[in-house]
């Protein structure tokens, strides 16, 4: 099973962009979307439960980001706005069917992994 991720791309401080997530001919039941910044750890931004029960955001994208679904393209989104520089970073979509709800924000409860799509904020 292989996880496209796309969207990234360079945009101004304030800007807006959409990141999206697709599995090769199936769903998850649960999708989280990561970050890695150069020189740092990858770090938590979003996850969700594909029938839409539970959500989970960073505090850092808290009011800022949105995860979401399509479910008749079974792609995964996060739309990101009022974008920071401190945002900039490969973002990687992650799923895996067996997450339980109280680690959904860690990135080893995910057996599945998208190839990264860049995320550059000018400021």
């Known amino acids: 099973v292989q996880l496209q991720a796309s969207g990234g791309g360079l945009v101004q401080a304030g800007g807006s962009l959409r990141l999206s997530c697709a599995a090769s001919?199936?769903?998850?039941?649960?999708y989280g979307w990561f970050r890695q910044a150069p020189g740092k750890e990858r770090e938590f931004v979003a996850a969700?439960?594909?029938?839409?029960?539970?959500?989970l955001y960073a505090d850092s994208v808290k009011g800022r980001f949105t995860i979401s679904r399509d479910i008749t393209k079974r792609t995964v989104y996060l739309q990101m706005n009022s974008l920071k520089p401190e945002d900039t970073a490969v973002y990687y979509c992650a799923a895996d069917d067996n997450v339980i709800l109280s680690t959904m924000g860690r990135s080893s409860a995910y057996d599945y992994w998208g190839q990264g799509t860049q995320v550059t904020v000018s400021s």
């Open positions: 969700f439960r594909w029938s839409g029960a539970s959500t």
């Open positions: 001919g199936r769903t998850f039941r649960t």
